[in-house]
């Protein structure tokens, strides 16, 4: 008679379930209400809550192992690590369990545990708008993998300049990644988590880079005062394990570093724009001008004097750098008055090399671009 009374009270709020025992019931009250207290507390961020049903056997020893390489940390044992220095493995009776900011670095797929939407949705598109995709991925690892297959994405669909100054060779890439990688962990570190069913967008078009990640920003921060280098953390634990890495260096520096690279590689500053409760960084690339790119710094240096190559073809890689152009054997030929068995083995031996590369395009006419 209570219950029904009870149950009449609460009305349609009453969840009706089945259990198969005393200790299954048991379990399934303590994760509700670990549940309810996790949203509820409002002095608990939502990266230092307690993952009811994780466990230290959810550990992931790759991401785990990932994250010592980036923190220059030897070895140790994870759950000294984890519980005692970084407070992201709790001791729950005789288990432990992870919190937000532990699952997302720690585990495999942070994403199978209740409360955490932590996706990343990769996409080249050709043009400049999203009507034809090149290539695209959705990642649902931990946070420092995703950063590898980031970088991964970003480097097989983004072009090189190439450059032959004296008796180097310069590629320089479209975009300093540097300034990219910068702008992703931002995105990463500071999303709002509590946003559901919304991914952080990675989107490389043929004149830009855009990255949107959920939330609006921070209060008291403005689109207006965003560079003045103050630094307004959402998610604290997070930030700090990246701070342990080599990924990020000092708080509150990321906006004016990513502006720097971007300048100091020849491109416009980068635009922030906020649209309704998301945060973009656009990253505009060279277009057509990718080889009036400057910068030295990010570029990929070869020493061509270690491959021993003659006049005419330390030449023909600065014509066809400088004015990246084509070239065919009898256009070799007649440019530096050779033989066509002296042209085909110069050829032959960059491409070998592989500092150009050769393309059939209409039956036995070949041509060489720079590679």
Known sequence: MKTEKFIDVIGNKVVYNTFNGQQDLLNKIEKALAGYINETHENISFDERIVPDSS???LDKESYNLFLKESNMESQDFIKILSNKFNVLVKDRD???FTTAGALFFTENPNKFD????GVKLARFDGTDKTIFIDKATLNGSLLKILNEIE???KRNTRYATKIIGFERYDIPEYPYDAVREAIINAIAHRDYEIKGTDVTFFIYDDRIEIISPGNLKFPLTLNNLEDGNSVRR???ICNLFHHT???EQYGTGIERIKTKMIEHGLPAPKFELNGNFFKVILYGPGENILKLQDSVHAN????KKYDLNDRQYKLLEILSQNNENITNKEYRELFEVSRSTAA???RRLVELNLIQKYEISGKEVIYSIK
């Open 115 to 118: 409360g955490i939407d932590a």
């Open 95 to 97: 288990t432990y369990k």
């Open 301 to 304: 240096k070869i020493d061509l």
């Open 235 to 237: 998610n604290e634990i």
């Open 345 to 347: 083995r110069d050829l």
């Open 56 to 58: 230290e056997n959810d």
């Open 152 to 154: 991964s994405f970003f």
């Open 246 to 248: 080599k990924y990020m």
